[in-house]
């Protein structure tokens, strides 16, 4: 019996409107070796084990729960059952295209590399509002854009080696994780980050390749999106208590913390020598810049993208993003439990 060469790992957990599609994505690879699937649910109360366990009857995949609920929890199950070489990760809301396998297989092959990724793409059948989350998510204003080892795998172009991968569309070679541990079940959020820190600390390397796709939906309401930022505000909080700054993959995820550092200074700086009147100005004159900063940057997406609704939708989402940022690390900074 040939060896299997690739253990694919799905964590999923309320995806019950998603995962049919990831599952048969997984089961319609072009790649002409040995793999496995392996789905490990966390106890999702929406109907997607029961859908997932009428599927297993057509498809030939391991299903798994995980008690702990948390998706590093459920990775680290399937880790421990997959028998693959190489270890692949994708999410129960994304689906892959026919070649991703094959041509992960191709890159390991010509480039010395530990771990592969590619972009995270919109699905053309997303709602509006959920393309244009995606959309929003990378201007610079929001989260960086380029600069953020988060985003900008959606954003480039050309292949090269890179800090971060995230686990929506990464494989690694399963002896990364007799080195350096399985994924921190402690973080609800930022766990992808947290491992690709120490994978680069142990001397591994990440390798992106654009031909490496996953279609991935976004979140498909404001609330839901504005919650998930605020929780990786606070995944950031929690890996640079856990490994200092050095953690941090960009400072770029610390920019807002910056901003309200620099804020709260001028205000002590203020209130100590009796300046409470220039300090309500120049916070006037800063408020009027950040509006017409966003004013200006949710214009060039419109005309960028070719949508006027964007307009809209940007000058809604940009400040979302930020404020939910600020919450979710002052919230991280001040509890003793980020979680």
Known sequence: MSEIEFSIVVAVRNEKEYIEKC??????????GKYEVIVVDG????????????????????????????????????????????????????????????????????????????????????????????????????????FNPSTQHTMMEEERFVDHIPTCNLCLRREIFDKVGLFDESFVKGQ????????????????????????????QDFRSFARQIYKWAKAKVAIVKKHGLHGITSHIYLWPVYGLIALLLILSVSLLFNLMQL????????????????LFESA????????????????????????????????????????
Request: glycine content about 8%; overall charge positive; some cysteine.
């Open 43 to 146: 106890m999702s109360d929406d109907g997607t084990y029961e859908l997932l366990q009428g599927l297993q009857r057509e498809y030939n995949f391991v299903l798994l729960r995980n008690p702990k609920i948390n998706a590093a929890a459920g990775r680290n199950i399937g880790i421990k059952h997959a028998k693959g070489k190489f270890i692949a990760f994708i999410d129960g809301d994304a689906y892959a295209y026919k070649d991703w396998l094959s041509n992960i297989k191709k890159i390991f092959e010509r480039v010395d590399t530990d771990g592969v990724g590619g972009p995270d793409l919109l699905p053309e059948d997303a709602s509006f509002k959920s393309k244009a989350i995606g959309l929003v998510m990378t201007s610079p204003l929001a989260r960086g854009g380029r």
């Open 23 to 32: 599952i048969k994505s997984l089961f319609n690879q072009d790649f002409d």
């Open 300 to 339: 060039r997406i419109s005309k960028r993208y070719g949508d006027k609704k964007l307009f809209l939708y940007s000058l809604v989402l940009i400040p979302t993003i930020h404020v939910s940022y600020a919450c979710g690390v002052v919230v991280a900074l001040v509890r003793r439990s980020i979680w």
């Open 192 to 219: 992808d980050l947290d491992l690709s820190y120490r994978i680069r600390k142990a001397g591994y390397k990440l390798f992106y390749s654009p031909s490496v796709k996953v279609v991935h939906y976004r979140k």
């Open 279 to 294: 300090f309500s100005l120049l916070l006037s004159l800063g408020l009027i810049l950040y509006l017409l900063v966003i």
